[in-house]
DNA sequence: CTCATTTACGGTCGTCGTAAATATG
DNA sequence: CATATTTACGACGACCGTAAATGAG
Protein backbone atom coordinates (compact mmCIF):
# COMPACT_ATOMS: atom_id res chain seq x y z
CA UNK A 1 0.00 0.00 0.00
CA UNK A 2 2.28 2.59 -1.15
CA UNK A 3 1.92 6.13 -2.50
CA UNK A 4 2.43 4.90 -6.23
CA UNK A 5 -0.05 2.43 -5.81
CA UNK A 6 -2.49 4.79 -3.73
CA UNK A 7 -2.28 7.43 -6.82
CA UNK A 8 -3.76 4.85 -8.98
CA UNK A 9 -6.27 3.95 -7.72
CA UNK A 10 -7.46 7.51 -6.94
CA UNK A 11 -6.88 7.91 -10.04
CA UNK A 12 -9.11 5.10 -11.55
CA UNK A 13 -11.81 5.98 -8.60
CA UNK A 14 -12.13 9.20 -10.23
CA UNK A 15 -12.06 8.40 -13.51
CA UNK A 16 -13.91 5.49 -13.86
CA UNK A 17 -12.22 4.44 -16.13
CA UNK A 18 -8.42 2.50 -16.60
CA UNK A 19 -7.60 4.44 -20.22
CA UNK A 20 -8.48 8.15 -19.08
CA UNK A 21 -6.51 6.99 -15.84
CA UNK A 22 -3.77 6.25 -17.31
CA UNK A 23 -3.16 8.93 -18.82
CA UNK A 24 -3.75 11.25 -16.38
CA UNK A 25 -0.80 9.41 -15.20
CA UNK A 26 1.78 9.08 -17.85
CA UNK A 27 1.48 5.38 -16.92
CA UNK A 28 0.49 2.23 -19.47
CA UNK A 29 -2.67 1.03 -18.58
CA UNK A 30 -2.32 -2.51 -18.54
CA UNK A 31 -0.19 -1.58 -15.00
CA UNK A 32 -3.17 -0.11 -13.67
CA UNK A 33 -4.73 -2.99 -14.02
CA UNK A 34 -1.99 -4.79 -11.92
CA UNK A 35 -1.91 -2.60 -9.50
CA UNK A 36 -5.36 -2.59 -8.73
CA UNK A 37 -5.53 -5.99 -8.67
CA UNK A 38 -2.27 -6.11 -6.44
CA UNK A 39 -4.23 -3.55 -4.25
CA UNK A 40 -7.18 -5.81 -3.71
CA UNK A 41 -5.13 -8.76 -2.64
CA UNK A 42 -3.03 -6.83 -0.39
CA UNK A 43 -6.55 -5.85 1.12
CA UNK A 44 -8.37 -8.86 0.64
CA UNK A 45 -10.99 -7.03 -1.03
CA UNK A 46 -12.33 -6.10 -4.40
CA UNK A 47 -12.06 -2.02 -5.06
CA UNK A 48 -13.82 -1.72 -7.90
CA UNK A 49 -16.45 -4.09 -10.03
CA UNK A 50 -15.35 -3.89 -13.68
CA UNK A 51 -16.34 -5.09 -16.95
CA UNK A 52 -15.53 -3.84 -20.00
CA UNK A 53 -18.28 -1.14 -20.36
CA UNK A 54 -18.49 -0.27 -16.84
CA UNK A 55 -16.15 0.36 -14.00
CA UNK A 56 -17.49 1.16 -10.50
CA UNK A 57 -16.55 1.29 -6.74
CA UNK A 58 -17.72 -1.53 -4.64
CA UNK A 59 -18.22 -0.80 -0.62
CA UNK A 60 -14.25 -1.37 -0.02
CA UNK A 61 -13.23 0.96 -2.21
CA UNK A 62 -15.97 3.73 -1.40
CA UNK A 63 -14.58 3.30 2.15
CA UNK A 64 -10.72 3.89 0.81
CA UNK A 65 -11.16 6.43 -1.54
CA UNK A 66 -11.27 9.09 1.33
CA UNK A 67 -8.82 7.57 3.36
CA UNK A 68 -6.60 7.31 0.09
CA UNK A 69 -6.35 10.86 -0.12
CA UNK A 70 -6.02 11.73 3.53
CA UNK A 71 -2.76 9.85 2.95
CA UNK A 72 -1.83 10.87 0.13
CA UNK A 73 -2.38 14.79 1.86
CA UNK A 74 -0.33 13.95 4.97
CA UNK A 75 2.47 12.48 2.57
CA UNK A 76 3.08 15.74 0.96
CA UNK A 77 2.67 17.15 4.32
CA UNK A 78 5.82 15.57 5.54
CA UNK A 79 7.41 15.88 2.93
CA UNK A 80 7.30 19.80 3.29
CA UNK A 81 7.81 19.23 6.76
CA UNK A 82 11.28 17.79 6.03
CA UNK A 83 11.77 20.52 3.20
CA UNK A 84 11.37 23.69 5.63
CA UNK A 85 13.68 21.72 8.71
CA UNK A 86 16.10 21.46 5.64
CA UNK A 87 16.21 24.72 4.61
CA UNK A 88 16.04 26.38 7.99
CA UNK A 89 12.79 27.81 7.91
CA UNK A 90 11.22 25.65 10.98
CA UNK A 91 13.34 24.28 13.66
CA UNK A 92 15.81 25.71 16.70
CA UNK A 93 17.65 29.50 15.66
CA UNK A 94 21.41 30.16 16.49
CA UNK A 95 22.03 33.38 17.07
CA UNK A 96 25.75 34.93 17.61
CA UNK A 97 26.45 38.14 18.97
CA UNK A 98 29.83 39.94 18.53
CA UNK A 99 30.92 42.98 19.83
CA UNK A 100 30.55 45.33 22.97
CA UNK A 101 27.21 46.40 22.95
CA UNK A 102 25.82 42.80 22.22
CA UNK A 103 26.08 41.99 26.16
CA UNK A 104 23.08 44.40 26.58
CA UNK A 105 20.89 43.26 23.97
CA UNK A 106 20.97 39.52 25.36
CA UNK A 107 20.00 40.67 28.23
CA UNK A 108 17.66 42.34 27.49
CA UNK A 109 16.04 39.42 25.10
CA UNK A 110 17.02 36.97 27.99
CA UNK A 111 14.42 39.50 29.90
CA UNK A 112 11.42 39.70 27.36
CA UNK A 113 12.10 35.60 27.65
CA UNK A 114 11.53 35.18 31.02
CA UNK A 115 8.52 37.32 31.31
CA UNK A 116 6.53 35.85 28.39
CA UNK A 117 6.53 32.68 29.37
CA UNK A 118 6.05 33.10 33.10
CA UNK B 1 8.51 7.19 1.25
CA UNK B 2 6.60 3.68 1.66
CA UNK B 3 5.26 2.82 4.42
CA UNK B 4 8.05 0.70 5.35
CA UNK B 5 10.70 2.60 5.77
CA UNK B 6 8.64 5.21 7.67
CA UNK B 7 8.54 2.33 10.03
CA UNK B 8 12.23 1.40 9.55
CA UNK B 9 12.52 5.05 9.81
CA UNK B 10 10.82 5.17 12.96
CA UNK B 11 12.23 2.37 14.20
CA UNK B 12 15.66 3.80 14.57
CA UNK B 13 14.50 7.02 15.84
CA UNK B 14 12.97 5.44 19.11
CA UNK B 15 15.70 3.16 19.41
CA UNK B 16 18.88 5.47 18.05
CA UNK B 17 20.66 2.27 17.44
CA UNK B 18 20.51 0.88 14.16
CA UNK B 19 21.07 -2.80 15.65
CA UNK B 20 18.32 -2.89 18.35
CA UNK B 21 16.00 -1.38 15.84
CA UNK B 22 16.74 -4.64 13.36
CA UNK B 23 15.87 -7.11 15.88
CA UNK B 24 12.67 -5.11 16.72
CA UNK B 25 11.67 -5.35 12.88
CA UNK B 26 13.44 -8.75 12.00
CA UNK B 27 15.32 -6.95 9.07
CA UNK B 28 19.09 -7.86 8.76
CA UNK B 29 20.84 -4.49 10.21
CA UNK B 30 22.44 -3.37 7.00
CA UNK B 31 19.19 -3.46 5.05
CA UNK B 32 18.50 -0.27 7.58
CA UNK B 33 21.03 1.54 6.78
CA UNK B 34 20.39 1.37 2.90
CA UNK B 35 16.34 1.71 3.94
CA UNK B 36 17.33 5.51 5.61
CA UNK B 37 19.83 6.24 3.51
CA UNK B 38 17.50 6.28 -0.04
CA UNK B 39 14.97 7.60 2.48
CA UNK B 40 17.45 10.54 3.06
CA UNK B 41 18.46 10.57 -0.81
CA UNK B 42 14.66 11.04 -1.70
CA UNK B 43 13.81 13.80 0.75
CA UNK B 44 16.88 15.39 0.19
CA UNK B 45 17.61 15.72 3.72
CA UNK B 46 19.83 13.94 6.60
CA UNK B 47 17.59 12.55 9.14
CA UNK B 48 20.22 10.95 11.29
CA UNK B 49 23.46 12.42 12.22
CA UNK B 50 25.66 8.98 12.81
CA UNK B 51 29.32 7.74 14.02
CA UNK B 52 29.55 3.69 14.80
CA UNK B 53 28.70 5.21 18.57
CA UNK B 54 26.13 7.67 18.20
CA UNK B 55 22.89 7.69 16.11
CA UNK B 56 20.66 11.50 16.94
CA UNK B 57 18.35 13.12 14.91
CA UNK B 58 18.89 16.27 12.84
CA UNK B 59 16.33 18.78 12.92
CA UNK B 60 14.90 17.35 9.87
CA UNK B 61 14.34 13.57 11.15
CA UNK B 62 13.08 15.47 14.62
CA UNK B 63 10.96 17.89 11.78
CA UNK B 64 9.82 14.05 10.23
CA UNK B 65 9.10 11.96 13.10
CA UNK B 66 5.95 13.09 14.55
CA UNK B 67 4.85 12.80 10.81
CA UNK B 68 5.90 9.54 10.00
CA UNK B 69 3.64 8.37 13.33
CA UNK B 70 0.78 10.00 12.00
CA UNK B 71 1.05 8.37 8.32
CA UNK B 72 1.75 4.70 9.65
CA UNK B 73 -1.19 5.11 12.23
CA UNK B 74 -3.68 7.07 8.95
CA UNK B 75 -2.52 4.23 6.95
CA UNK B 76 -3.79 1.49 9.94
CA UNK B 77 -6.61 3.16 9.80
CA UNK B 78 -7.04 2.53 5.94
CA UNK B 79 -6.78 -0.79 6.65
CA UNK B 80 -9.73 -1.27 8.77
CA UNK B 81 -11.90 1.20 6.98
CA UNK B 82 -11.61 -1.70 4.22
CA UNK B 83 -11.85 -4.83 6.62
CA UNK B 84 -15.00 -3.04 7.92
CA UNK B 85 -16.68 -2.29 4.37
CA UNK B 86 -15.30 -6.12 2.96
CA UNK B 87 -16.66 -7.53 6.26
CA UNK B 88 -20.19 -5.40 5.97
CA UNK B 89 -19.48 -3.55 9.18
CA UNK B 90 -20.41 -0.12 7.68
CA UNK B 91 -21.75 0.92 4.26
CA UNK B 92 -25.28 0.65 2.55
CA UNK B 93 -27.66 -2.10 4.17
CA UNK B 94 -29.82 -4.46 1.33
CA UNK B 95 -33.22 -5.31 2.53
CA UNK B 96 -35.57 -7.62 0.71
CA UNK B 97 -39.04 -8.69 1.73
CA UNK B 98 -40.96 -11.82 0.21
CA UNK B 99 -44.75 -13.00 1.37
CA UNK B 100 -48.11 -11.32 1.76
CA UNK B 101 -47.54 -9.18 4.77
CA UNK B 102 -44.16 -7.46 3.53
CA UNK B 103 -46.43 -4.84 1.83
CA UNK B 104 -47.95 -3.51 5.20
CA UNK B 105 -44.07 -3.54 6.92
CA UNK B 106 -42.58 -2.14 4.02
CA UNK B 107 -44.97 0.96 4.07
CA UNK B 108 -44.41 1.31 7.69
CA UNK B 109 -40.98 1.55 7.15
CA UNK B 110 -40.92 4.15 4.56
CA UNK B 111 -43.14 6.48 6.30
CA UNK B 112 -41.11 6.33 9.35
CA UNK B 113 -38.11 7.24 7.14
CA UNK B 114 -39.89 10.07 5.60
CA UNK B 115 -40.92 11.74 8.53
CA UNK B 116 -37.62 11.50 10.45
CA UNK B 117 -35.61 12.88 7.55
CA UNK B 118 -38.07 15.93 6.84
C1' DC C 1 40.81 -4.35 19.80
C1' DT C 2 35.74 -4.12 19.94
C1' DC C 3 31.43 -2.81 18.70
C1' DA C 4 28.45 -0.51 15.22
C1' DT C 5 27.69 1.12 10.64
C1' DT C 6 28.47 0.79 5.90
C1' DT C 7 29.78 -1.32 1.33
C1' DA C 8 29.87 -5.38 -1.80
C1' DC C 9 27.57 -8.83 -3.89
C1' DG C 10 23.77 -12.02 -5.27
C1' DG C 11 19.01 -14.11 -5.55
C1' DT C 12 14.27 -13.07 -5.87
C1' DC C 13 10.41 -10.20 -6.49
C1' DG C 14 8.09 -5.95 -7.90
C1' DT C 15 7.78 -2.39 -11.50
C1' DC C 16 6.45 -1.01 -15.97
C1' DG C 17 6.54 -1.35 -20.91
C1' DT C 18 4.67 -3.70 -25.52
C1' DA C 19 1.94 -7.14 -27.84
C1' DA C 20 -1.59 -10.58 -27.83
C1' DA C 21 -5.87 -12.41 -25.80
C1' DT C 22 -10.42 -11.95 -23.81
C1' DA C 23 -14.85 -10.10 -22.73
C1' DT C 24 -18.98 -6.92 -23.03
C1' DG C 25 -22.68 -4.40 -25.18
C1' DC D 1 -17.64 -5.71 -34.25
C1' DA D 2 -15.69 -1.92 -31.42
C1' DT D 3 -13.95 -0.70 -27.28
C1' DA D 4 -11.93 -1.66 -22.72
C1' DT D 5 -9.74 -4.74 -19.52
C1' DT D 6 -6.75 -8.46 -18.67
C1' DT D 7 -2.93 -11.86 -19.49
C1' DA D 8 1.75 -12.98 -21.38
C1' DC D 9 6.22 -11.91 -21.52
C1' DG D 10 10.66 -9.46 -20.87
C1' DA D 11 14.05 -5.76 -19.15
C1' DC D 12 15.30 -3.19 -15.34
C1' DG D 13 15.50 -1.85 -10.65
C1' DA D 14 14.13 -2.48 -5.66
C1' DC D 15 14.13 -5.50 -1.82
C1' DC D 16 16.64 -8.00 1.54
C1' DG D 17 19.83 -11.41 2.98
C1' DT D 18 25.04 -12.82 4.13
C1' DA D 19 29.94 -11.74 4.22
C1' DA D 20 33.59 -8.47 4.13
C1' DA D 21 35.25 -3.68 4.92
C1' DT D 22 35.44 0.58 7.39
C1' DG D 23 35.43 3.68 11.31
C1' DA D 24 35.09 5.42 16.29
C1' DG D 25 36.43 4.94 20.94
Known sequence: MDAQKLQVFVAVAE?????????????????????????EAELGADLFRRTTRKVELTPAGTALLPHARALLARTDEARGAVAAARDGRSGRVRISFAGPSAHVVVGQLLARCASSTH
Open 15 to 39: ELHFGRAADRLHLAQPYLSRSVRAL
